[in-house]
């Protein structure tokens, strides 16, 4: 899917991730990103929204911060956060 460059190398045999991208269109202003994910490991579940007003397409900006936040709940290694290249 469009969030798949921003989960390049993500350890889905330790947590299970499934997600949606989404840009909303704002008429004179730039595209609001987001990204909506439900994540499972050990018994723990989670679902975490991340919304960037005015900032581009989902997969670019809100994906990236969002697999942050996730490896920051499980204790994973943290990956370096940058946009990535994408569509939504």
Do not use: C
């Not at 997600?19 to 723990?44: P, Y």
């Amino acid at each position: 899917g469009t969030a798949a460059g921003a989960f390049a190398g993500f350890p889905f045999d330790e947590v299970w991730v499934a997600g949606k991208t989404g840009t909303a269109e704002v008429f004179g202003r730039q595209d609001t990103s987001w990204f909506a994910a439900m994540t499972e490991a050990n018994g723990e579940e989670h679902v975490i929204v991340v919304v960037v007003e005015q900032g581009g397409h989902g997969s670019t900006t809100a994906a990236p911060i969002a697999r942050s936040i996730i490896e920051g709940i499980y204790g994973l290694e943290r990956s370096t956060l940058v946009g990535v290249e994408g569509t939504d």
